[in-house]
């Protein structure tokens, strides 16, 4: 019996949705992070890697790139449009913790609470590795949503960026990645947004977590196509000790971002030695050079609010 309902459901092909995460803003059960919400602090630097226009005929080329600020600062419906698969990295003053409940938001610029675009978020605490949060499409992938079309039921989505109208940003819990390999979820320092297309087209389709087509507004062949990023905010934020250097990021690899170490809350005299206590070079601008040092633990002093500090910096190899 058990069989038939499930064949007569698979020739109906339209199955309803088991619509099982948060509704659109306003609803009770909402979990959207206001941008008003107190205490927030946002992006401070933006990386774009721009999109196609079409995905499907880049010959069209990609989106021109907008002005890479619009995704930093607070969420102000000045955005970049990342096009076809395109991706932004932002990065932050502070690293990103994982505290109580949703750690970080990501916000983008939905006129309403239907007409969305959507992203994949993935984080790292080095700017090399990263992990992506696992996302849930629930959304048919039957027929194509078309650029002017509305999502049906933001029920039937978690984990992707774009669920909810400007203003109101998609919450992220590091807790969820709890058990990834290779990031430090007590230190995130950088978080990559990617377009998920949305064509259901298997040759340019993205998937969910699970292995759904993701089906969003597709084909859209403007120059502000693709996952609109207006900014990111964060909710949890690393505490500094305060008698001691931090530094973004650490551990870092020795060749990430050109060999820069940045000193959080800025430092002078910045000076680096190894844990023998061996003098090796000065600090550059209130940055460490880490390229060209060989793997392993140092000691970094300088001084931070007229006293002198000190702190541990990891180089991987
Ligand atoms: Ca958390
Ligand atoms: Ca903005």
């Known amino acids: 019996m058990m069989i038939i309902i499930c ?9 309803e949705i088991h619509a099982q995460f948060p509704d659109r ?3 009770p059960d909402c979990d959207a992070i206001s941008a008003d919400q107190p205490g927030l602090v946002w992006g401070v630097s933006c990386m774009m890697t721009p999109g196609y226009l079409s995905i499907a005929d880049p010959a069209q080329g990609t989106v021109s790139g907008d002005d890479a600020s619009f995704a930093i600062g607070p969420a102000d419906k ?19 913790t994982d505290g109580p409940g949703a750690d970080f938001a990501v916000f983008e610029n939905a006129f309403d609470d239907y ?9 790292s605490s080095d700017g090399k590795h990263f992990v992506r949060f696992p996302s849930t499409s629930l959304t048919q992938a039957k027929q194509q949503i078309g650029p002017f079309m509305r999502i049906p039921d933001v029920r039937a989505l978690h984990n ?22 290779g990031i430090h979820l007590q230190s995130i ?12 087209d298997k040759q340019f389709a993205r998937y969910d977590g699970k292995g759904n087509i993701i089906n969003d507004p597709w084909p859209t062949p403007f120059s ?7 900014g ?48 090796i070079r000065e600090g550059i601008d209130g940055n460490i050079q880490s390229a060209g040092l060989p793997g392993g633990v140092y000691i970094v002093k300088g001084i931070q609010n007229g006293q002198l500090r000190s702190g541990m910096l990891m180089i991987m190899p």
């Open 7 to 15: 064949i007569i459901a698979i020739m109906i092909g339209n199955v």
């Open 25 to 27: 803003v306003g609803m």
């Open 78 to 96: 000045a955005v970049i449009s990342l096009g076809d698969g395109g991706s932004a990295i932002i990065t932050f003053q502070r690293p990103i």
């Open 115 to 123: 007409f969305l675009e959507f992203a994949f978020v993935e984080v």
């Open 160 to 181: 992707l960026a774009g669920k909810y109208r400007a203003g109101y940003g998609t919450p992220f819990d590091l807790s969820e990645l709890k058990d990834s390999i």
């Open 189 to 200: 320092t950088h978080v990559r947004v990617i377009d998920v297309v949305g064509s259901i």
């Open 224 to 230: 502000s196509c693709g996952f609109d990023l207006d």
């Open 232 to 279: 990111i905010a964060v909710i949890n934020e690393q505490n500094i000790i305060g008698d001691q250097l931090s530094f973004a990021p650490n551990p870092v690899y020795a060749g990430h971002n050109g060999g820069m170490v940045r000193v959080l809350e800025g430092a002078q005299e910045l000076s680096v030695y190894s844990m023998q206590g061996e003098y």
